[in-house]
């Protein structure tokens, strides 16, 4: 089956032109076909997955996000029980994938990462994702023995010079993001990336090569988000001007649609979620414009409510009230006022069996 038209088919496609596109009408053809192709390849459902931030300690330096190390914040750590609960909780309200996220917290045991995700998939086999940072090899095999079945870590960027500036590696390691993906690949799970859209540094020619390296390393999942800057942060502060400069790429919302667009093009069959950073920006019209320019999944955040202030990743994430607004009812009644339907079923990624 013929999928494409020539003005979009992903071998004439000129990514770099079109992130660079600012007309209207020309931006409006870009989405309806991505999202034209989204519905042939994935269908009108919408996969909800319920979200569990575990931990907000980290043990990294990454220039861009406040939950940075050297920052002296409100830190938070689930109990085993916390978790156990949050899942339960999950299971009985119809979820059927569990995110557990969280900082690349040292301190979580992983044994009892691994024991939890067995005592959850005994109760039910929701798909479990884990989004837990750069773990080691072994870690990452015990807990896909155990029973996990995603996992979500984003490049952020393919260019490596910028990468080493927003990015500090972790000492004596030169296994980096691209690596583990391959050995998550390889260890059977579902593997997730993605990349923040418009961080300092970041060009047009850097972001089109994001977008070709998503297909080229055959990945099943693709969260892109809008760089936020969070003023404690040493890439908060930054002077303004760098957002004229020619060639750096804005971290707004039509960039992101654009980016949205453009992945679902090149890539036709993953999961591409609505993401959190996206509702940041745009309480209102973020998920559903990202819905109509390609996405098909959204999250909703489960933590339980007392610690969600603590979770401090990007500026307006704590302030914004109307963030813990955003429940299972309101994104279902989202979803069908854009005629969609809620995904039925873990909703694994139709790339999937893709090595
Ligand atoms: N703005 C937007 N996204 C951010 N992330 C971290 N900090 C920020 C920020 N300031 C994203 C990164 C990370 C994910 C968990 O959150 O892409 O991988």
């Given at each position: 089956?013929?999928?494409?038209?020539?003005?979009?088919?992903?071998?004439?496609?000129?990514?770099?032109?079109?992130?660079?596109?600012?007309n209207?009408?020309?931006?409006?053809?870009?989405?309806?076909?991505?999202?034209?192709?989204?519905?042939?390849?994935?269908?009108?459902?919408?996969?909800?997955?319920?979200?569990?931030?575990i931990?907000?300690?980290?043990?990294?330096?990454?220039?861009?996000?406040g939950?940075?190390?050297?920052?002296?914040?409100?830190?938070?750590?689930?109990?085993?029980?916390?978790?156990?609960?949050?899942?339960?909780?999950?299971?009985?309200?119809?979820?059927?994938?569990?995110?557990?996220?969280?900082?690349?917290?040292?301190?979580?045991?992983?044994?009892?990462?691994a024991?939890?995700?067995?005592?959850?998939?005994?109760?039910?086999?929701?798909?479990?994702?884990?989004?837990?940072?750069?773990?080691?090899?072994?870690?990452?095999?015990?807990?896909?023995?155990?029973?996990?079945?995603?996992?979500?870590?984003?490049?952020?960027?393919?260019?490596?010079?910028l990468?080493?500036?927003?990015?500090?590696?972790?000492?004596?390691?030169?296994?980096?993001?691209?690596?583990?993906?391959?050995?998550?690949?390889?260890?059977?799970?579902?593997?997730?990336?993605?990349?923040?859209?418009?961080?300092?540094?970041?060009?047009?020619?850097?972001?089109?090569?994001?977008?070709?390296?998503?297909?080229?390393?055959?990945?099943?999942?693709?969260?892109?988000?809008?760089?936020?800057?969070?003023?404690?942060?040493?890439?908060?502060?930054?002077?303004?001007?760098?957002?004229?400069?020619?060639?750096?790429?804005?971290?707004?919302?039509?960039?992101?649609?654009?980016?949205l667009?453009?992945?679902?093009?090149?890539?036709p069959?993953i999961?591409?979620?609505a993401?959190?950073?996206?509702?940041?920006?745009?309480?209102?019209h973020?998920?559903?414009?990202?819905?109509?320019?390609g996405?098909?999944?959204?999250?909703?955040?489960?933590?339980?409510?007392?610690?969600?202030?603590?979770?401090?990743?990007?500026?307006?994430r704590?302030?914004?009230?109307?963030?813990k607004?955003?429940?299972?009812?309101?994104?279902?009644?989202?979803?069908?006022?854009?005629g969609?339907?809620i995904?039925?079923?873990?909703?694994?990624?139709?790339?999937?069996t893709?090595k």
């Amino acid at each position: 089956m013929k999928i494409y038209t020539d003005e979009f088919d992903p071998e004439n496609l000129d990514i770099e032109k079109w992130l660079r596109e600012e007309n209207s009408e020309k931006l409006q053809s870009l989405y309806n076909y991505a999202d034209s192709l989204r519905e042939k390849t994935v269908g009108d459902e919408v996969h909800i997955r319920g979200l569990l931030e575990i931990t907000s300690f980290c043990s990294r330096s990454c220039m861009y996000c406040g939950m940075r190390k050297e920052r002296e914040i409100n830190r938070y750590r689930l109990t085993r029980e916390e978790i156990l609960e949050s899942a339960d909780f999950a299971i009985e309200t119809g979820y059927e994938t569990l995110v557990i996220q969280g900082g690349e917290d040292f301190k979580i045991k992983v044994d009892v990462i691994a024991e939890i995700i067995k005592n959850i998939k005994a109760k039910k086999d929701i798909a479990i994702t884990l989004s837990l940072g750069e773990r080691k090899y072994e870690e990452l095999k015990l807990w896909k023995e155990a029973g996990a079945n995603r996992y979500l870590l984003r490049f952020e960027t393919s260019n490596m010079e910028l990468l080493k500036k927003i990015h500090p590696c972790l000492k004596n390691s030169s296994r980096t993001r691209i690596d583990i993906l391959r050995e998550l690949k390889e260890l059977g799970y579902e593997t997730g990336s993605g990349v923040m859209v418009g961080i300092p540094g970041q060009t047009y020619e850097d972001l089109a090569q994001d977008i070709k390296l998503f297909r080229e390393l055959n990945l099943h999942m693709i969260g892109l988000g809008p760089f936020i800057p969070h003023p404690a942060t040493p890439l908060g502060n930054i002077d303004k001007k760098i957002w004229n400069m020619e060639n750096q790429v804005k971290p707004d919302e039509t960039m992101v649609y654009k980016v949205l667009a453009l992945t679902r093009i090149i890539y036709p069959g993953i999961n591409i979620p609505a993401t959190s950073a996206l509702t940041a920006i745009n309480m209102k019209h973020g998920m559903t414009n990202a819905l109509r320019s390609g996405a098909n999944v959204f999250m909703v955040n489960i933590t339980p409510e007392r610690y969600w202030n603590n979770y401090d990743i990007y500026d307006t994430r704590n302030e914004n009230p109307d963030l813990k607004k955003i429940t299972l009812e309101t994104v279902t009644e989202q979803i069908h006022s854009i005629g969609r339907k809620i995904g039925v079923g873990r909703g694994d990624s139709s790339t999937f069996t893709l090595k």
